[in-house]
């Protein structure tokens, strides 16, 4: 499952790699965008426009992608003002949502299931520190991203095997990692 979809493009990648993909996203318009999108790849998987906190799926399902929505400070380079419109309180309020869609996602899950938990934020609060709460909630356990996974990019690995690209990446002079936003990203898997 692909939850917080639209417009797609991470289904897209997940059906185009062969992956039977329910995509869910609570914005009518934007699943119009993911269907015109998958339509134009000549791709196809299950869009489901609803709530992911009130919808129930038919069944568990082995993974789940989930692209939470977020202060999207790792966007910074692109979106300067990102900085200044972002206040503590909203970091917060996107933190609780973040970890009621985690308890919503998890409970979707199979047993032995994966869960890739990611943002678009530098905060840890919708990071790191989401991730080590839903540890401690769910009793995951990391499945640490590999070098060879990301194209090599071990400098964006961090000690725990999640994937954290910054910024400033861009300035570094390594061409691989020009223009890059901040992004976090986690595997876990249910035991």
């Known amino acids: 499952a692909d939850l917080c979809a639209a417009p797609g493009g991470k289904t897209a990648t997940l059906a185009a790699a062969g992956a039977d993909v329910t995509a869910v996203d609570i914005a009518p318009a934007r699943m119009e965008r993911l269907a015109a999108n998958l339509a134009r790849l000549g791709l196809a998987a299950r869009a489901v426009t609803a709530d992911l906190l009130a919808w129930q799926p038919e069944q568990p399902f082995d993974a789940i992608l989930l692209d939470a929505p977020c202060t999207a400070t790792g966007t910074i380079r692109r979106h300067p003002d990102a900085a200044w ?66 194209g090599g990019l071990s400098e964006t690995i961090t000690a725990e095997g999640y994937v954290r690209t910054l910024p400033c990446h861009l300035a570094d002079g390594n061409p691989r990692l020009a223009g890059l936003d901040g992004f976090f990203i986690a595997r876990l898997r249910r035991r």
């Open 85 to 150: 419109l972002k206040r503590p309180e909203d970091i917060a309020k996107l933190a609780t949502l973040q970890s009621r869609m985690i308890d919503r996602a998890v409970s979707w899950l199979k047993p032995g299931g994966t869960l890739v938990y990611c943002t678009c934020s530098l905060e840890p609060e919708e990071g790191e520190q989401q991730v080590a709460a839903a540890r401690q909630r769910h009793g995951f356990e990391p499945l640490p991203v590999e070098p060879a996974e990301i």
